[in-house]
């Protein structure tokens, strides 16, 4: 064999290489890279599954546009938009104002989504636990170290509450799980603000520090007496026990998507412009106390215009037609009001001077 | 290819004739000096790599060492949301699961790289050999998985009980039996690290000429005499090149140990208290920052990694130079 023979071999495989991966036919007929607009994400995990679903059915809808989305992270996802290194960006937890004021421009937060924070724990008889802010805050701090402590008795007469020791279990990577938990704790809780405070990162005073939702699920599964908190979609996959809560209006509410809409649903009189919204320890009577918005990031002055209407009509899409996927998988839907308010601020989107969506 | 290959030589002799001197050791001398170069080429990169990451870490952790000063390496706290802080606790936490690692690792792995090199027949020696190098080559987050589903379960209803029954009374031994903490870590490290530190210590040890063990067989020494006294001596610096290696892999390893060492920041005497360790919690906090402090400080952590595997390297080279410095009968005794 020559050489000029086995150059002209590796260039065959090559072409044919090139030709095998596009989806079939659909890909054949057109040329994929002249008309295809791709818009690319980065940020939060948690909304991770809905995102890729809804890359999907919008690919189907819109053949020529993509979703490219990764998930590395809430604080990732800010880093990225900030430098300008992605299309949109996603984080569970609302930017600061700190975060905001070193931006190149004003940047959008459209809630996409609801997401709950649940309490899980490892009790064999495995009752169903009604907890309350100051026992959670209590259990957390190290104060309640029992589970066999009248505190706990008390609220759940009835159930079989073993002597066991309580052992914590905390998330040790940065997450915006930790962000709400522990927004929810300084919110309700005076000794849990003045001693550890929120963030995504926080030095629990007691207890084992799990990685990622699976780490703390481990951590639960495997060590009897354990309590943590997981995201309600993780916990219903692994199959763990959660708590009920008492809200604001003191009803013990347990998490599911109809209590974390009613959460969102509740807050309408207070939404602030920016959508900049804290939803623990939400007012409303259905109301489930650890839920929480996640968003997408945008700037409001798109750079370019095709690429920016593209934007805004996917997101328009994700708030109206996208909500439907969303059970499924296990989050909640936006409440019609939250979507209203989502609706002015997509109108806000601009390129060179002129709105991206039209009325 | 058949056809081409007769031209080679004959290339060669053109380019050999061109000077029109018979020079034939000419081309040799060129072709060793870009060879050497190639090399110091290769070489250097590894050189340049490491010293610019310790340029960017040190770049990048700017604010933390500003804010702190020389107190972060000895500072006893983390709280990001507090701004505070502190290497130390990840500084302890790290030495002492790679440190008990080794200890675990080092003699297991040491006598199976006897049986493999010395004692076990080809046979045997092989396919264990190869068994070996596989464990080598399992991902840590398996690693990390068995950990926290079958070691810590065990750890904690099983040995931690009998150790503090037994042990208790020493404060490396006291505390709730959880599972999670150093000795979990330190375990999985130490199954980890063995199999690269088993390997290259058989290679070394095959490395050793045969004529020094049949010299002390024919003199009369046993088996165990011989690989005592006429080849552990001779691959002693090589050895302690495998347990180096062992050290490295523990010192950086994330995954596995984020799974099962309980990530707390805190000091604790205590073998069975949880603990956190300077990679595991860069890997768990990075991603997630975005206060700048905050990441200047898991920089500097970065920074202070680099110091701590230098530091301990130093350490090990001087402590063989040392023994080997002993007198010979001190050696032996």
Not at chain 1, 72 to 95: C, H, K, L, P, Y
Request: glycine residues 10%; proline residues 7%; positive net charge.
């Amino acid at each position: 064999m020559t050489s000029s023979s086995i150059i002209a071999l590796g260039l065959l495989a090559l072409v044919a290489g090139c030709q095998q991966p596009g989806e079939g036919d659909a890909a054949r007929s057109r040329s994929p890279s002249l008309d295809t607009l791709t818009l690319r994400g980065a940020g939060a995990t948690f909304p991770y599954p809905l995102y890729s679903k809804w890359a999907a059915e919008y690919q189907k809808l819109y053949p020529q546009r993509r979703l490219d989305y990764q998930s590395i992270g809430s604080g990732g996802g800010i880093r990225q938009i900030r430098e300008r290194t992605v299309d949109f960006g996603a984080s569970d937890v609302a930017m600061t104002d700190a975060e905001l004021a070193g931006t190149p421009g004003p940047i959008l937060h459209i809630p996409t989504t609801l997401g709950a924070v649940v309490i899980s724990y490892h009790l064999d008889a495995a009752p169903r636990l009604k907890l309350t802010p100051e026992l959670v805050a209590g259990i957390f701090l190290g104060e309640i170290l029992s589970w066999s402590d009248p505190r706990i008795a008390e609220l759940n007469r009835g159930s079989p509450l073993p002597d066991q020791p309580i052992t914590v279990s905390y998330r040790a990577d940065g997450s915006g799980t930790t962000a709400v938990f522990t927004e929810y704790l300084t919110k309700v809780s005076e000794p849990w603000r003045a001693r550890v405070g929120a963030g995504k990162s926080v030095r629990f005073p007691v207890g084992l520090g799990g990685k990622g939702n699976e780490g703390v699920a481990g951590q639960i599964k495997t060590t009897p007496g354990a309590i943590g908190y997981v995201e309600l979609a993780y916990a219903k996959q692994a199959g763990l026990a959660y708590a009920s809560l008492r809200n604001q209006a003191g009803r013990f509410i347990a998490p599911s998507l109809e209590s974390i809409t009613a959460a969102a649903a509740g807050l309408t009189g207070a939404l602030p412009a920016d959508l900049r919204a804290s939803l623990v320890d939400a007012p409303g009577d259905a109301a489930y106390p650890l839920s929480a918005f996640t968003y997408v990031l945008v700037y409001q002055a798109q750079d370019d215009a095709v690429k920016g209407r593209a934007l805004a009509d996917f997101l328009w899409w994700a708030v109206h037609d996208g909500q439907t996927f969303g059970a499924a998988l296990h989050y909640a839907p936006l409440p019609h009001e939250v979507v209203v308010s989502v609706e002015a601020r997509l109108h806000s989107l601009r390129a060179g001077g002129q709105p991206l969506l039209q009325d | 290819m058949q056809p081409l290959e007769p031209s080679k030589p004959m290339t060669r002799l053109v380019t050999r004739r061109r000077p029109g001197r018979d020079r034939p050791r000419r081309e040799g001398d060129v072709a060793d000096r870009r060879f050497r170069l190639l090399t110091a080429a290769f070489a250097s990169t590894s050189v340049v790599l490491l010293g610019a990451m310790a340029l960017q870490l040190a770049r990048a952790s700017k604010p933390a060492w500003r804010r702190f000063g020389l107190g972060f390496i000895g500072g006893q706290h983390w709280d990001p949301s507090r701004e505070l802080y502190g290497a130390l606790p990840f500084i302890v936490g790290t030495v002492a699961s790679s440190l008990l690692a080794l200890l675990l690792a080092i003699p297991v792995a040491l006598g199976v790289a006897i049986l493999l090199a010395e004692l076990a027949p080809g046979r045997l020696a092989r396919p264990l050999g190869q068994l070996v190098e596989l464990l080598a080559a399992i991902p840590s987050v398996v690693y990390g998985l068995w950990g926290l589903f079958v070691l810590v379960p065990w750890l904690r209803v099983t040995v931690q009980p009998a150790l503090v029954e037994t042990l208790g009374a020493l404060p490396l031994f006291r505390g709730t039996p959880r599972g999670f903490g150093v000795l979990a870590a330190g375990l999985v490290l130490a199954i980890m690290s063995l199999p690269s530190v088993a390997v290259v210590g058989r290679d070394v040890l095959r490395a050793v000429p045969a004529s020094h063990r049949e010299g002390a067989l024919a003199l009369g020494a046993t088996r165990w005499e011989a690989v005592r006294l006429a080849v552990l001596p001779q691959a002693r610096a090589g050895l302690v090149g495998a347990a180096l290696l062992g050290l490295g892999r523990a010192l950086g390893e994330t995954m596995a140990v984020a799974m099962v060492i309980g990530n707390r920041p805190e000091l604790s005497g205590s073998l069975l208290s949880p603990a956190s360790t300077l990679a595991s919690v860069v890997a768990n906090e990075f991603a997630e920052a975005t206060d700048s402090l905050h990441l200047a400080a898991l920089s500097a952590l970065g920074l202070v990694l680099f110091g701590v595997t230098l530091l301990l390297n130093l350490a090990a080279r001087l402590l063989v130079w040392q023994v080997g410095r002993l007198p010979d009968g001190a050696r032996r005794a």
